[in-house]
T-cell receptor, first 115, second 111 residues
Framework: EPEVTQTPSHQVTQMGQEVILRCVPI?????FYWYRQILGQKVEFLVS????????KSEIFDDQFSVERPDGSNFTLKIRSTKLEDSAMYFC?????????????FGPGTRLLVL | QKEVEQNSGPLSVPEGAIASLNCTYS??????FFWYRQYSGKSPELIMF????GDKEDGRFTAQLNKASQYVSLLIRDSQPSDSATYLC???????????FGKGTRLHILP
């Protein structure tokens, strides 16, 4: 069964450093999402991406964040200057066109720890 | 602000009994509703989705939607210890839209 993959599974970084979280969505999917979950809190939407541009972004997704689809398979989330409060689990998701949330598949996540 | 509200629990249910999980949502325009299961440290896993008022059954799971009351529920029949997890209720306004999650209800099935 196709699945969304994410690398790395864990990332530890110093405050102020840049991090890039990588995702490989399911191959025929066209909608891509990043969510995050701070420990003990709810899953929060960050950004959605379609047709090589951002469809929607949340208040959390400020100028420190950016997304990119550098090639036909990868979808990345970059945090330019990490803060302590960026420590969270980051989930990538993808969905097929017109599929809706029932086809939004989540990757296993990247646990980011900012020291 | 669109919100999805859930009781955080924990909800303890004896093995073999019915577990009932509830959720309310604030945005009357929400169209689709989802129940995800999340084990500790893992990603959300979709269990059920529902669009229409009424009940939808899938195996041991039944989702119920009441749009007038803005209320969604999930029933788990014949609860098993492996059902112990956090259950996330979520809503979506339109297809391909973001999903708004509740904080989740921790369910503990007592052997």
């Amino acid at each position: 069964e196709p699945e969304v993959t994410q690398t790395p599974s864990h990332q530890v970084t110093q405050m102020g450093q840049e991090v890039i979280l990588r995702c490989v969505p399911i191959s025929n999917h066209l909608y891509f999402y990043w969510y995050r979950q701070i420990l003990g809190q709810k899953v929060e939407f960050l950004v959605s991406f379609y047709n090589n541009e951002i469809s929607e972004k949340s208040e959390i997704f400020d100028d420190q964040f950016s997304v990119e689809r550098p090639d036909g398979s990868n979808f990345t989330l970059k945090i330019r200057s990490t803060k302590l409060e960026d420590s969270a689990m980051y989930f990538c998701a993808s969905s097929e066109p017109g599929g809706g949330g029932e086809t939004q598949y989540f990757g296993p996540g990247t646990r980011l720890l900012v020291l | 602000q669109k919100e999805v509200e859930q009781n955080s629990g924990p909800l303890s249910v004896p093995e073999g009994a019915i577990a009932s999980l509830n959720c309310t949502y604030s945005d009357r325009g929400s169209q689709s509703f989802f129940w995800y299961r999340q084990y500790s440290g893992k990603s959300p896993e979709l269990i059920m989705f529902i669009y229409s008022n009424g009940d939808k059954e899938d195996g041991r799971f039944t989702a119920q939607l009441n749009k007038a009351s803005q209320y969604v529920s999930l029933l788990i029949r014949d609860s098993q210890p492996s059902d112990s997890a956090t259950y996330l209720c979520a809503a979506e306004m339109n297809r391909d839209d973001k999903i708004i999650f509740g904080k989740g209800t921790r369910l503990h099935i007592l052997p």
